[in-house]
């Protein structure tokens, strides 16, 4: 097993859109161990895509069984995963080991439903919440090209306001 | 590498101040550090860092042109520190309540009273004018648990301000 490199921005070479994985043999179960032991090396990272290492295949690893109170399906390969389904939405704080110091607001799917193969090409389907669902579609969104900063918003736009009506009772005009 | 400074710029809102101001800086052969502009109460207000060889005299000068025309007052302050500085909050406080003198202080306070470390803080004055609502959101950094922030501000609860206090975790990914 090895630690691999991480790519940081502005590397281009996360830009780019990863390739379906078609063999499922030795050498990619191999690889996997290397994301995990690369995942597990650096910051309490909860996910890790392959493109962060970059190695251009469809594959990410999420964990997210070490945080409390949090629903989950403990150690996850998903690869070549489809979002199929996705319900509700939420704005949470997310960082990632591509984009050293810095943090930002982000929205995402608060339930999604999801396809994928395990390491052996077994097909999977999984549902999921909050934060492992978030989890998911930030290394997703890798696999894609897409980085967290891409969809940042405000801080002074998050659920705030939304909330407050909430309480409130009465939106104007409501 | 120049030191920074901190610019403060205000004024009335109009289109163009950004661009004017950092077009200023960048044909000084200036840089831009981090910034952050927002409107409060109608007003255009930016603070950013720059650095420029020839320091604050430097920016003066290249910055008068567009705050004239702009009619923006300008202020420069040296600053130590620099980028890469980021600080990351675990701890969110939304506050809100009829708006009432004294409402920042006695929040603020009662989370100084605990160690709390405010990083952001954004507040407005919204709803009806003749009802406004005053609306806080901070994030900040404790190393001591929610319930002792939530004990402080219990007091302030009691008073009829809704303090919403929840961990910020951020993931990492
Ligand atoms: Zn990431």
Redesign the interface.
């Known amino acids: 097993m090895a630690v691999l490199d991480i790519l940081t921005l502005p590397d281009e070479r996360l830009r780019r859109v990863a390739e379906p994985v078609t063999i499922f043999d030795e050498a990619l179960r191999a690889f996997i161990a290397d994301l995990e032991e690369t995942r597990r090396s650096g910051?309490?990272?909860?996910?890790?895509?392959a493109t962060q290492v970059d190695v251009l295949k469809r594959i990410v690893i999420?964990d997210v069984s070490g945080?409390k109170n949090t629903p989950n399906h403990g150690y996850l390969v998903l690869i070549n995963p489809e979002i199929v389904h996705w319900e509700g939405y939420e704005t949470?704080?997310?960082?990632?080991?591509s984009v050293p110091?810095?943090?930002g607001n982000v929205i995402r799917a608060t339930r999604i439903r999801l396809t994928a193969n395990d390491p052996w090409g077994r097909p999977l389907e999984l549902e999921m919440e909050g934060?492992e669902a978030?989890?998911v579609q930030?290394?997703m969104d890798h696999l894609d090209g897409t980085l967290?900063v891409d969809r940042v918003v405000s801080?002074?736009t998050?659920l705030?306001?939304r909330?407050?009506y909430q309480?409130g009772g009465q939106p104007k005009g409501g | 590498m120049a030191d920074w400074h901190m610019l403060t710029l205000v004024g009335a809102d109009r289109p163009g101040i950004v661009a004017g101001v950092t077009q200023a800086i960048f044909a000084a052969g200036g840089s831009l550090g981090e910034a952050s502009m927002i409107r409060l109460g109608g007003n255009f207000t930016i603070m950013l860092m720059a650095a420029v060889e020839g320091g604050e005299a430097r920016l003066r000068d290249a910055l008068a042109p567009v705050a004239a025309d702009m009619d923006l007052r300008l202020h420069i302050d040296p600053v130590a520190g620099g980028l890469h500085q980021h600080l990351i909050p675990n701890v969110q406080v939304r506050v809100t309540g009829a708006d009432r003198a004294g409402i920042v202080a006695e929040i603020t306070g009662a989370l100084a009273g605990v160690g709390f470390n405010i990083l952001e803080l954004d507040s407005d004055v919204a709803g009806d004018p003749r009802r406004p609502v005053y609306l806080m959101h901070i994030q900040g950094y404790s190393d001591q648990p929610i319930e002792a922030l939530e004990a402080a501000v219990a007091p302030i609860r009691a008073s009829g301000i809704a303090v919403d206090i929840a961990p910020v975790e951020t993931l990492i990914g």
């Open positions: 910051p309490a990272a909860v996910g890790i895509a999420v945080r949470a704080r997310e960082g990632c080991l110091d810095y943090t934060y978030r989890a930030h290394e967290f801080r002074r998050d705030f306001r909330k407050v309480k």
